[in-house]
């Protein structure tokens, strides 16, 4: 059993396209991470959350800590979009549990 | 600011041998943890380390272990290699304490072959 469940495992959308990715977690956690990959491996973190909502520029990430459930949008998509994005619980055990990834592409 | 350096960017190694792998974290982040990337079990957590002591433990055999030095940076070492640790070994570091900010930088990884 997945202690963090991703869905779309992959997407594709048009350019200019509002996308939703979303996640699942079994454990209790301090804090939910969104992590996105490009291709060649290099990860950056979009954002770590524990409550409510962040944004940053076209990216919104919510958290439902009562349903357990995060989610990732990206308004306005394009094509440099494109990477896989992964969800992570950081349980408070300070451990990582993450997700299976999602794999965007975004046509121009 | 500089950014978490990783050291190897790859590697091939011969099953049975052993690896270490280094990473220099972002000056002024005390903690580094590592994880595994495979294409088979996604990524998985390995160990973090904080001011020099192991904090956390994910699930790996004795074969992989880590370090920390009194500067921050951190090693991992995977001995005896079987062709199953062929992977991308990230590190990334943060300094816990900070409130909601703290955030993590990841490496840019060591890709090891087993061969």
């Known amino acids: 059993k997945n202690e963090v469940e991703q869905s779309p495992q992959n997407l594709t959308a048009q350019e200019g396209e509002f996308i939703t990715i979303n996640c699942s977690y079994s454990?209790?956690?301090?804090?939910l991470h969104w992590l996105q990959q490009h291709p060649g491996g290099g990860i950056v973190s979009l954002f770590m959350?524990?409550?409510g909502k962040k944004k940053h520029g076209r990216l919104i990430a919510t958290i439902n800590i009562q349903e357990k459930h995060s989610s990732l949008h990206i308004t306005a998509s394009h094509p440099r979009d494109s990477a896989v994005y992964i969800c992570a619980a950081h349980n408070t055990g300070n451990q990582f549990y993450f997700g299976t990834g999602t794999s965007l592409t975004v046509i121009p | 600011k500089a950014g978490v350096t990783q050291t190897p960017r790859y590697l091939i190694k011969t099953r049975g041998q052993q690896v270490t792998l280094s990473c220099s974290p972002i000056s002024g982040h005390r903690s580094v943890s590592w994880y595994q990337q495979t294409p088979g079990q996604g990524l998985q957590f390995l160990f973090e380390?904080?001011?020099?002591?192991?904090?956390n433990k994910g699930n790996f055999p004795g074969r992989f272990s880590g370090r920390q030095f009194s500067n921050s940076r951190s090693e991992m070492n995977v001995s005896t290699l079987e062709l199953g640790d062929s992977a991308l070994y990230l590190c990334a570091s943060t300094n816990p304490g900070q409130g909601e900010g703290y955030g993590y930088t990841f490496g840019s990884g060591t890709r090891l072959t087993v061969v």
């Open positions: 959350l524990s409550s």
């Open positions: 380390y904080f001011s020099e002591t192991q904090r």
């Open positions: 454990v209790g956690i301090s804090a």
